[in-house]
């Protein structure tokens, strides 16, 4: 058999073994490439014999661009906090997992790999939006049955080990699937039990904790602990415009009876120390009969046409001249 005869035989196995390497991976690629070179070498040294081009450099190269094509399409990149999931396959790799950084595979070639994050992340329910299971903020009824839109932050993380279960039994929509839906829910279950005034001010924290809990619950009993609640922020709370007058004028009134208390307690002290001071006084005058006298005979004496006189006795004669 000839040189250029093995050459072209050599070229076009590699070839099949180039293709057949989106299927069979890398034991047939690196075969096929080495089967690539051999052909072009052996093409060129029965152009040397032969003196004309071979049919097997054309296979050769051809056989190279394939690689170049095929290994082109075979480089996935994972970000860090994601992972890539082979979602379909000729190769029959569905399922496969793809851990973050850069990964070369001949499977990969003609696979669809989804990207999921897992990481911590944060989605925000913020606006008005009536459409169903889509990121607006969320309309709830509360206890004396007004409507309050409500904006939120969900924080959630997804367990490395559950981002499969959760792509393939969940689908790629599995944020409106599970996440919108049951965020849209139980807020709604929750503030049916507060009032308006309640949720917008002293059970605001109450609210939040109780819709984190209960939406933790939720999600992990829905899905099997494939998403993780980890804190839900309510951003801000939007209320009827009647309602928030009412408020407004609630909080002016209730400024103004504490100013009044805190009037009527400084009243309340200025006159028990008033009073104080006059029962001191009082009982100074009560207990001391002689002081009250001297003080009575100081005020007359310093009267026009009247005279104090002091007896042996110690007692005093007034005289008027």
């Known amino acids: 058999m000839s040189l250029s005869r093995i050459s072209i035989i050599t070229g076009l196995v590699g070839i099949a073994l180039v293709v057949s390497s989106a299927l069979l991976g890398m034991v047939a690629f690196i075969p096929g490439a080495i089967l690539s070179v051999v052909c072009i070498v052996t093409g060129i040294l029965s152009r040397k014999d032969g003196g004309r081009v071979s049919p097997a450099i054309t296979f050769g190269f051809l056989s190279f661009f394939i690689i170049f094509m095929i290994g082109g399409l075979s480089i996935v990149q994972v970000d860090a906090g994601e992972k890539g999931v082979v979602v379909n396959s000729p190769a029959g790799n569905i399922g496969e997992v793809i851990d973050e950084g850069w990964h070369f595979d001949p499977r990969y070639a003609f696979a669809s790999v989804d990207h999921i994050r897992f990481n911590t992340q944060t989605v925000e329910y913020i606006g008005y939006d009536d459409q169903v299971d889509t ?187």
């Not at 407004?248 to 120390?273: C, N, W």
């Not at 009082?282 to 002091?310: C, H």
């Open 135 to 321: 990121v607006g903020g969320v309309t709830v009824l509360t206890k004396d049955s007004l409507n309050v839109e409500m904006d939120i932050a969900v924080t959630f993380h997804i367990p490395a080990e559950m981002v499969k279960k959760l792509r393939f039994e969940y689908g790629a929509d599995w944020k409106i699937t599970i996440l919108h839906q049951e965020v849209r829910s139980v807020p709604r279950l929750i503030c049916v039990n507060y009032t308006a005034l309640e949720i917008i001010s002293d059970k605001r924290s109450d609210v939040e904790s109780a819709i984190t809990s209960n939406l933790s619950a939720q999600i992990m009993d829905r899905c099997g602990g494939c998403i993780v609640v980890d804190k839900v922020i309510i951003r801000e709370l939007r209320i009827p415009q009647a309602m928030s007058d009412a408020v407004e004028k609630k909080l002016i009134a209730q400024q103004q009876l504490e100013k009044a208390q805190i009037d009527l307690e400084r009243i309340q002290v200025e006159a028990e120390a008033s009073k104080a001071a006059v029962d001191k006084v009082r009982e100074s005058f009560d207990s001391d009969d002689a002081y009250l006298r001297y003080i009575l005979y100081e005020t007359l004496k310093g009267m026009d046409g009247v005279q104090v006189v002091l007896s042996d006795g110690g007692t005093a004669t007034v005289k008027v001249v």
